[in-house]
């Protein structure tokens, strides 16, 4: 028995240490949410090669998705609010048509024997890529091909943004970086756990979907918002951590059949990326000639995923970074939020594709 525990431990020990060591050598390349793809990669090698399962002990994963929430609710801010409530008719319309064009995306990709309407919703949703990941397995669908289809879509627009906002919208080539103007790491700790613990005790008690997540997502919003966090935010190590177990999550429940799945998928889903990125650069050209921003700040505002480049290419070439950044949260808002219902409605009485 006690060798047996033993063996786990060093299991595991080995899985982390892999895991930390991707998430280093992965963040050394700029590769965005660098510690959720080397849990990936972690996972993956213990998954296909370990000749017995291992899977995330359930308080991990929970914690993990909580984590998360707090990261992206303390993303919004009453600049935020007053921002999309200036534009809101042509804001909302604009979410609104991305939403139509993720789904249009999404049931395309069913063309593809075995996606099931959900997993190809979630594998194609547009923007909050390690929300969606995160939320993906609990509201049924193929988590491991979601994975791997939204962190595809965020690397193939890191890697174009930069270039198309500079040829064909005249950005110039300055970057930047977030500047870190919180509290410190006590308080930014402090800020975590009262949100994890809350906000999971709220989704618990309102049977909220996803409530690990969503729970402490909608407290982190509500303490910004008020101003009660003080500008705190999730500390780099604690959302690294958070990240890292999402992705071991993920990794660890990789089959050679999954394996096989997600190859096969490439092809279309590479095609319906590209397609959506397109359909979403047109909506950025309508929505700023609706609000009266700039080609560039409608651009960026539209662009489907890796807020984070988006907001350093923002700051970084003049744009109007409060609006960009507004635009993107109400997006990462509506999709999360609309996730559960999503799911609900796509698998009721449907079946694989």
Do not use: K, N
């Not at 995330?56 to 707090?70: D, F, M, N, S």
């Not at 509201?139 to 627009?157: C, H, T």
């Not at 999971?200 to 979907?209: A, D, H, N």
């Not at 890292?244 to 990794?251: D, N, P």
Request: net charge positive.
């Amino acid at each position: 028995m006690a060798r047996g525990r033993w063996r786990r431990v060093l299991d595991w020990t080995v899985v982390l240490l892999v895991g930390i060591g991707a998430t280093l050598a992965l963040d050394l390349l700029a590769v965005p949410s660098a510690a959720l793809f080397g849990g990936l990669v972690a996972g993956l090698g213990r998954a296909l090669l370990g000749s017995t399962p291992l899977a995330l002990p359930r308080p991990a994963g929970t914690g993990a998705q909580a984590v998360i929430g707090v990261s992206i609710g303390a993303l919004i801010q009453a600049d935020t609010l007053r921002t999309v409530a200036d534009h809101w008719l042509p804001v909302l319309l604009i979410t609104v048509a991305t939403l139509a064009v993720s789904l249009v995306a999404g049931q395309l990709m069913r063309l593809q024997p075995g996606i099931s309407p959900v997993t190809g919703a979630f594998a194609m949703i547009a923007g909050g890529a390690s929300g969606i990941t995160a939320m993906a397995r609990d509201l049924g669908a193929d988590a491991q091909v979601v994975a791997v289809l939204q962190y595809l879509r965020v690397l193939l627009i890191v890697t174009a943004m930069p270039i198309v906002a500079t040829t064909v919208y005249g950005a110039s080539g300055g970057a930047a970086t977030r500047a870190d103007e919180g509290p410190g790491w006590p308080a930014g700790l402090l800020f975590t756990v009262v949100c994890v613990v809350v906000g999971v005790l709220l989704g618990r008690v309102s049977r909220l979907p996803v409530g690990a997540l969503l729970g402490p997502l909608t407290v982190a919003a509500v303490l910004d918002v008020t101003g009660l966090s003080q500008g705190a935010t999730v500390p780099p190590l604690v959302e690294a951590a958070g990240f890292l177990a999402i992705g071991l999550q993920v990794g660890l429940g990789f089959t050679r059949a999954s394996l096989r799945l997600v190859r096969r998928t490439l092809p279309l889903a590479i095609v319906l990326i590209v397609g959506a990125v397109v359909a979403c650069a047109g909506l950025g050209v309508l929505l700023s000639r609706t609000a009266g921003v700039s080609a560039l700040d409608g651009y960026l505002a539209t662009t489907p995923g890796g807020l984070y480049a988006v907001l350093a290419t923002a700051t970084g070439s003049g744009a109007d970074a409060t609006f960009v950044l507004a635009v993107q949260v109400l997006r990462l808002f509506v999709m999360l939020f609309s996730a559960p219902l999503l799911a609900r409605w796509l698998g009721r009485g449907q079946r694989p594709g």
